[in-house]
């Protein structure tokens, strides 16, 4: 399916290197902010205390969240669990201050909009188990860069699987980065979505690939630079559909999702913008650079037995 077709290949390659410089200055400086900033982890990760709270009728979070905001209790996550009724409170730890003296110091104010509010529980997330789930995630990131790099170097061929495993750990350490600058809150969904936007650019990437590989087969006229420029032109129809489409939803998370799947949201938007721009400007140049050529994929006729020169079949390539 395309919605247009482009006649003539735009010459994408001719601006790599431009494109490349803007693109390695850009993950520096994202590198810069996580190392002088750090990230602005949430209470997941840094331990807290979980409220779980019950109403009679259907919770206002917006009014539950100023709330708890209002007593001093910052970077606080509010969500419905389970139910309309039922509400999950993390805050964050404050030295001096024990679980129960917050979590009693919420129920009251609670209770003074609303009598019917019931606790049902409240736990302290202490600062092993966020070890524990910051360990565990960076465990997850390494499997799945290792899963990525192996499947692209069966798939295709070294100089490929190079050129997008760094084109992802690209765009991941953008999104860290952006994250890091306007220290917005790095929590377990944004880490899920971190994870999803690394398989979501390998798609991209293993497409033009594919596309690269099928035109070092089909046109033998062309060189290394027209091959890619026209594997990217021929692939941007779908590449519209497939990231246009992935976007509506993601934005629609972002807006009517609430607080719960804000910072989620962006990350996936932060990740498919950079996920577009280094298929293209990244991995494919790289890949270039590299010094990809139609004997990476098709074997040269040298290597082939002598062929008859009465078969009809002589000469064919399959």
Not at 18 to 24: A, E, L, R, Y
Not at 107 to 117: F, M, P, R, Y
Not at 229 to 246: E, L, P
Not at 254 to 265: C, E, I, K, R, S
């Amino acid at each position: 399916m395309e919605f247009f077709k482009i006649r003539r290949d735009i010459p994408f390659m001719r601006h790599a290197l431009v494109f490349n410089v803007i693109s390695f200055a850009t993950f520096f400086a994202a590198v810069f902010f996580l190392f002088s900033r750090g990230l602005h982890l949430s209470v997941e990760f840094t331990g807290g205390t979980l409220m779980e709270v019950t109403y009679s009728q259907p919770a206002d979070l917006d009014k539950v969240r100023k709330l708890v905001a209002g007593l001093g209790y910052n970077d606080v996550q509010v969500q419905n669990f389970g139910t309309s009724r039922d509400v999950l409170i993390r805050m964050p730890a404050i030295k001096g201050v024990s679980s129960a003296q917050q979590s009693e110091k919420v129920i009251g104010a609670l209770k003074t909009e609303d009598a019917s509010v019931g606790l049902r529980r409240t736990e302290f997330v202490g600062p092993q188990v966020g070890d524990e789930l910051t360990v565990d995630g960076l465990k997850a990131l390494a499997f799945v860069v290792g899963g990525i790099i192996l499947y692209l170097a069966i798939r295709f061929e070294w100089k490929y699987a190079v050129a997008a495993i760094i084109a992802n750990l690209h765009d991941v350490v953008i999104i860290l980065g952006f994250f890091a600058f306007f220290q917005w809150e790095f929590s377990l969904p944004v880490l899920a979505a971190v994870l999803a936007v690394l398989g979501y650019s390998v798609n991209e990437s293993v497409v033009i690939f594919d596309r690269i590989r099928e035109n070092f087969r089909r046109y033998r006229k062309m060189n290394t630079v027209q091959v890619i420029d026209n594997a990217i032109t021929s692939t941007i129809s779908r590449t519209i559909i497939t990231h246009g489409s992935t976007q509506i939803m993601v934005l629609s998370m972002f807006l009517f999702g609430g607080p719960t799947l804000h910072y989620f949201a962006l990350a996936l938007t932060i990740g498919i913008c950079f996920g577009i721009y280094s298929s293209v400007f990244v991995a494919a140049a790289i890949a270039m650079w590299l010094g990809i050529k139609r004997e990476d994929l098709v074997k040269s006729s040298s290597a082939k037995k002598e062929e008859d020169p009465n078969d009809p079949n002589a000469g064919a390539t399959v």
